[in-house]
């Protein structure tokens, strides 16, 4: 099982996360999830939207490989993230996404550029 880890008050990250976890968030007043995985990804939890608005929350899927994440993605993502009900769990297989992601928004919100942001996120090793 995946950990959940609580970035903010607003924002959290996960690899893939199960049922049993899908419901401990619904529990705990998430309101929305952002799937960052790709539909050929190994190990993607059967019927996720599904299962996840059954819960009553939100869910978006933006499948996203970290070679991809440039400028353009992370504005779309930047303004997924803002429009999303929050708290919102972000998750991908095993996080490093998810948490480049997560870094890249808060480093916006900042008012750090993109670059700047990017920088940080390669040099923690989370994309090349």
């Known amino acids: 099982m995946n950990i959940i880890r609580k970035i903010n008050d607003e924002l959290a990250i996960a690899g893939q996360i ?9 529990d705990e007043g998430y309101q929305s999830v952002l799937n960052l995985r790709l539909p050929d990804e190994t190990g993607l939890l059967a019927n996720e ?18 070679e991809d ?26 996080s490093i996404r998810s948490a480049a992601i997560v870094l890249l928004y808060i480093c916006i919100k900042q008012g ?17």
């Open 18 to 26: 199960t049922l049993d976890q899908l419901k401990q968030i619904a």
């Open 112 to 128: 750090i550029t993109f670059e700047k942001a990017l920088q940080k996120v390669i040099t923690l090793g989370l994309i090349s």
């Open 69 to 94: 994440i440039n400028h353009q993605v992370t504005l779309q993502m930047y303004q997924i993230i803002t429009e999303l009900r929050k708290p919102i769990l972000i998750h991908c297989d095993n």
């Open 49 to 66: 939207q599904e299962k996840i608005e059954h819960l009553g929350l939100y869910y978006v899927n933006f499948p996203t490989k970290p």
